[in-house]
């Protein structure tokens, strides 16, 4: 359980500082903290950093005080932000429908 209320609000965290209105204005935009900032891998990964750093003051989820878990619950946020930005989007699931260019070569080809 400890896990899954972390991975929910690492996402939430992430589409909030990179997405929302909220932060429109104060987000920047260019430079190397507006690239951070406009990349949910990248984001996702400070927010699961972020998260570890204030552990103590919330009992959603408890982990240890090591170096090695604030590292490994940022890739474990850079992965869930990554995951959940690919399957969501604003209008919901985002479901693509990919053709394979060789296939319809092929179809045509043996039709002619």
């Known amino acids: 359980m400890n896990f899954l209320w972390f991975s929910i609000i690492a996402y939430g965290m992430t589409q909030i500082i990179v997405y929302g209105k909220i932060f429109e204005k104060i987000r920047p935009t260019q430079g190397w903290l507006g690239q951070l900032l ?3 891998m990248c984001t ?3 927010v699961g950093v972020f998260l570890w750093c204030v552990k103590a003051q919330t009992q ?3 982990f240890d005080d090591s170096y090695a878990t604030a590292f490994l619950l940022g890739c474990a946020g850079s992965a869930t ?3 959940g930005c690919t399957i969501f989007g ?3 699931l985002m479901i693509f429908k990919t053709v394979n260019i060789f296939d319809k070569r092929r179809k045509n080809e043996t039709i002619n």
């Open 81 to 83: 932000s990554y995951i």
């Open 44 to 46: 996702g990964f400070w």
């Open 60 to 62: 959603l989820f408890i």
């Open 90 to 92: 604003d209008d919901g």
């Open 38 to 40: 406009s990349c949910p």
